[in-house]
Nanobody
Framework: QVQVMESGGGSVQAGGSLRLSCAAS????????MSWYRQTPGKEREFVSA???????TYADSVKGRFTISRDLSKNIMTLQMNSLVPEDTAMYYC??????????????????????WGQGTQVTVSS
């Protein structure tokens, strides 16, 4: 069973930094990507950043140049280094497992049941 858990949220002042972590378990021998999303009350969950199965990285325009995503496959841990935080970054941050983009569905390393698993979220609050 796949489990995904975020940590590292907290409260900082504008201009500060936080480092979020996402630990995933139950993915032994699976090919997968991971992504970060965030959500504020009353709004839809929005994409923040992703790292795919060949380590290609994408960012939302709103965080480019300030956030850095990385992951350690040996530990199944993904991190999001957030610098130059602004109040608009305040949100609940979630991580998610993603299906691989660069392999055939059903091939070796494809773990259908492992994909699109969400964590419970970690709160980030940035004060002005």
């Amino acid at each position: 069973q796949v489990q995904v858990m975020e940590s590292g949220g907290g409260s900082v002042q504008a201009g500060g930094s936080l480092r979020l972590s996402c630990a995933a378990s139950g993915l032994t021998s699976c090919k997968y990507g991971m992504s970060w999303y965030r959500q504020t009350p009353g709004k839809e969950r929005e994409f923040v950043s992703a790292i795919d199965d060949i380590e290609k990285i994408t960012y939302a325009d709103s965080v480019k140049g300030r956030f850095t995503i990385s992951r350690d496959l040996s530990k199944n841990i993904m991190t999001l280094q957030m610098n130059s935080l602004v109040p608009e970054d305040t949100a609940m941050y979630y991580c998610k497992t993603d299906p691989p983009l660069y392999m055939a569905r059903g091939g070796m390393g494809w773990c259908e049941e492992a994909y699109n698993s969400w964590g419970q979220g970690t709160q980030v609050t940035v004060s002005s």
